[in-house]
């Protein structure tokens, strides 16, 4: 049975969001082709018919999960966004999380394609407001932009290090609750919340 263009875009949408979220819970070397089709509910022989390697998937599957996170936090309060991106939930949830705390680290050993996909990605996140509106974006006049550099560093940061001690460790915890307090601070001090 032949698959109509539409179905075949669909199939290829829906393989790469299913590898966004299992490179996010695994990481890329924890993935196998054979593995992520699957998980999609293809077969592994489809693949070549959507992407020309593997790392032409992570790339994109990359630029999906940061377009879904620059989007989640679109339009919701600065205060809010902070207190439950430093959080246990989202810390425990990888494959529904950030994709820059999930990935960065990963990323940094990967093909230029995929380093790529992420400077656009956090681009696309320090851009902020002005990106989603439409609006050019003009870095040097951009008064705010390394706040946002800093604030957006120690947010993955925390998450990152929380992650990486065991998940009942106190230190877990306090890594989250003491990046959490300082950013809520700092947004205060600025009258940004």
Do not use: W
Request: net charge neutral.
């Amino acid at each position: 049975m032949k698959v109509t263009k539409a179905q075949a875009q669909t199939n290829r949408a829906h393989i790469v969001e299913t590898a966004s979220t299992l490179f996010r819970e695994r990481g890329y070397d924890g993935v196998g082709v054979a593995d992520l089709m699957a998980a999609a509910g293809f077969t592994h022989g489809g693949f070549y018919k959507h992407f020309g390697s593997k790392t032409d998937l992570m790339a994109e599957a990359a630029s999906c999960g940061l377009a879904q996170s620059a989007d989640a936090a679109t339009g919701v309060d600065l205060a809010d966004f902070v207190k439950h991106y430093l959080s246990r939930e989202h810390r425990d949830k990888p494959g529904d999380g950030c994709t820059m705390a999930a990935l960065c680290a990963d990323a940094a050993r990967q093909p230029e394609s995929v380093k790529a996909a992420f400077a656009a990605g956090i681009e696309r996140q320090l851009a902020g407001p002005a990106h989603h509106e439409g609006r050019p974006v003009d870095k040097a006049s951009d008064k705010a932009r390394a706040r946002r550099i800093a604030l957006t560093a120690q947010a993955i940061g925390a998450v990152v290090l929380s992650r990486s001690c065991p998940d009942d460790a106190p230190l877990a915890d306090e890594i989250l609750e003491v990046c959490r307090a300082h950013i809520l601070a700092q947004l205060s001090d600025k009258g940004l919340t």
